[in-house]
């Protein structure tokens, strides 16, 4: 069977079962590649402990696609590399028993002032980064010089801008200096899948990492599935001119959740999160933006998801840049802390946060957090949520404060205090008990 056939296989097995699922998202197209092999070896590249191989990579790439594109070969050891391109019908391939690891900060071309990222392509089809192989950002020291310097500048492992067909597929990516995964610039057609990523927690006592988004995807048409996380910061996120993703099947431990924001100017619409876990995740799930930095959140869909001991299970709020520190500290965000929040006029950056499901979901919240929060503006209420078959059990009640539309169907938000305790403010709610 030739590589094109695999991909086209794979993508109707996935028809198939969005079908089954009732979805009415969009499958991403894969990308095809030709069968061609490209090894670096070829080309220059060693495995050794101090070898740059960037040129050698680099040169790797431009040959296959200079012969129409084909599968650039990492074979097994370790190659260190400065930061290269990928190019139009190429894919990465980093073979079982392979790391290729980013060069350290003391020799990372452009260091801590303009470092370019590791794996970058810009308007780009028909892209594949795959194998059974690691990459591996050596992030250590540049983390702890974050805390030191808000001016630091740090690569990202990999970084596609406007580009459309891409996957990545079951490698493991670990440590990067700062996101692992960046795909933006209103990028089509994407797919991760059976990606291992791994880095420190935001929270580790010995070598904490800073931003070590595992997943950062902003675009249309998103499948990301059977991947397991646990990073220093969002788990997955998105940002404005979002549209049409779909998360399922994967595992989630250290990080922020799965998130949307905080810029959401441009809008985020139709994003279902299905069949995933939870376990010591800051929060599950989490949206967030600002005036003058949001949009129109809309269509959201959370089903079928299993929490246990995170901070926050379902977090919605608009005050993210907020100075005022009562009003960031939302474990303990009252309805009086909520009312002093001023109104202000509405613009085309006013977060809105609309049509958003959360069904079938059970959680256990961390010793002395609260069971969730959702709190929207003033000037723009938080509209239209469902909550069913929600069933949590926390230390501290649920806030929903400037909200309207809110239907509570069948839940169960155990506290100390009794069962489904609410905190609200200037919330129309329904509660209805199907028992």
Same mark, same amino acid.
């Given at each position: 069977?030739?590589?094109?056939r695999?991909?086209?296989?794979v993508?109707?097995?996935?028809? %198939?079962?969005? =079908?089954? !699922?009732?979805?009415?998202?969009?499958? $991403?197209?894969? @990308? #095809?590649?030709?069968?061609?092999?490209?090894s670096?070896?070829?080309?220059?590249?060693?495995?050794?402990?101090?070898?740059?191989?960037? #040129? %050698?990579?680099?040169?790797?790439?431009?040959? !296959?696609?200079?012969?129409?594109?084909?599968?650039?070969?990492?074979?097994?050891?370790?190659?260190?590399?400065?930061?290269?391109?990928? =190019?139009?019908?190429?894919?990465?391939?980093?073979?079982?028993? =392979?790391?290729?690891?980013?060069? $350290?900060?003391?020799?990372?071309?452009?260091g801590?002032?303009?470092?370019?990222?590791?794996?970058?392509?810009?308007?780009?089809?028909?892209?594949?980064?795959?194998?059974?192989?690691? +990459?591996?950002? #050596?992030?250590?020291? *540049? *983390?702890?010089?974050? /805390?030191?310097?808000?001016?630091?500048?740090?690569?990202?492992?990999?970084?596609?801008?406007?580009?459309?067909?891409?996957?990545?597929?079951?490698?493991?990516?670990?440590?990067?200096p700062?996101f692992?995964?960046?795909?933006?610039?209103?990028?089509?057609?994407?797919?991760?899948?059976?990606?291992?990523?791994?880095?420190?927690?935001?929270?580790?006592?010995?070598?904490?990492?800073?931003?070590?988004? !595992?997943?950062?995807?902003?675009?249309?048409?998103?499948?990301?599935?059977?991947?397991?996380?646990?990073?220093g910061?969002?788990?997955?996120?998105?940002?404005?001119?979002t549209?049409?993703?779909?998360?399922?099947?994967?595992?989630?431990?250290?990080?922020?959740?799965?998130?949307?924001?905080? @810029?959401?100017?441009?809008?985020?619409?139709? +994003?279902?999160?299905?069949?995933?876990?939870?376990?010591?995740?800051?929060?599950? +799930?989490?949206?967030?933006?600002?005036?003058?930095?949001?949009? +129109?959140?809309?269509?959201?869909?959370y089903?079928?998801?299993?929490?246990?001991?995170?901070?926050?299970?379902?977090?919605?709020?608009?005050?993210?840049?907020? /100075?005022?520190?009562?009003?960031?500290?939302?474990?303990?965000?009252?309805?009086?802390i909520?009312?002093?929040?001023?109104?202000?006029?509405?613009?085309?950056?006013?977060?809105?946060?609309?049509?958003?499901?959360?069904?079938?979901?059970?959680?256990?919240?961390? @010793?002395?957090?609260?069971?969730?929060?959702? *709190?929207?503006?003033?000037?723009?209420?938080?509209?239209n949520?469902?909550?069913?078959?929600?069933?949590?059990? =926390?230390?501290?009640?649920?806030?929903?404060?400037?909200?309207?539309?809110? /239907?509570?169907?069948?839940?169960?938000?155990?506290? $100390?205090?009794?069962?489904?305790q609410?905190?609200?403010?200037?919330?129309?709610?329904?509660?209805?008990?199907?028992?």
């Open positions: 069977m030739s590589n094109l695999v991909v086209a296989a993508a109707v097995l996935i028809c %198939a079962t969005f =079908a089954e !699922a009732d979805d009415v998202r969009r499958v $991403p197209e894969l @990308p #095809q590649i030709t069968e061609r092999v490209f670096i070896s070829d080309h220059g590249a060693v495995s050794s402990d101090s070898a740059d191989n960037a #040129q %050698a990579i680099q040169k790797t790439v431009d040959a !296959a696609a200079a012969a129409g594109g084909g599968i650039v070969e990492v074979p097994a050891g370790e190659y260190l590399s400065g930061p290269f391109r990928l =190019a139009s019908g190429i894919e990465l391939r980093i073979d079982a028993g =392979a790391t290729l690891k980013m060069l $350290p900060m003391d020799r990372y071309p452009g801590t002032t303009n470092p370019q990222s590791f794996i970058s392509g810009q308007k780009l089809h028909d892209v594949v980064i795959s194998g059974k192989g690691t +990459i591996d950002g #050596q992030g250590a020291a *540049w *983390w702890p010089l974050v /805390k030191k310097q808000s001016n630091i500048a740090r690569p990202r492992m990999i970084a596609l801008s406007g580009c459309d067909k891409i996957l990545i597929e079951n490698v493991r990516l670990q440590n990067s700062m692992h995964i960046a795909i933006g610039g209103h990028s089509t057609n994407v797919t991760v899948r059976a990606v291992t990523i791994r880095a420190p927690a935001s929270t580790d006592p010995v070598n904490p990492s800073h931003n070590t988004d !595992a997943c950062d995807v902003s675009g249309s048409h998103v499948l990301i599935e059977n991947c397991d996380v646990s990073v910061d969002d788990n997955f996120t998105c940002g404005g001119g549209s049409d993703v779909h998360i399922r099947h994967c595992t989630y431990g250290n990080g922020h959740g799965v998130s949307i924001g905080s @810029p959401t100017s441009g809008g985020v619409s139709d +994003i279902t999160v299905e069949d995933c876990t939870f376990n010591g995740t800051e929060c599950g +799930i989490r949206i967030k933006s600002d005036r003058g930095r949001g949009g +129109i959140v809309q269509r959201l869909t089903r079928n998801l299993k929490m246990t001991n995170v901070n926050f299970p379902i977090l919605i709020y608009a005050s993210y840049m907020a /100075k005022d520190r009562k009003y960031r500290d939302l474990q303990n965000v009252t309805a009086d909520a009312d002093s929040y001023e109104a202000k006029p509405m613009s085309d950056r006013t977060p809105v946060y609309r049509d958003i499901t959360f069904e079938n979901i059970t959680a256990t919240a961390a @010793p002395g957090r609260r069971a969730g929060l959702i *709190w929207g503006l003033p000037e723009a209420p938080a509209s949520i469902v909550l069913r078959n929600v069933n949590i059990e =926390a230390d501290k009640p649920f806030g929903i404060y400037f909200a309207s539309g809110v /239907k509570v169907e069948n839940c169960k938000i155990v506290t $100390p205090g009794g069962l489904n609410f905190a609200t403010s200037h919330a129309q709610i329904k509660v209805m008990d199907h028992d």
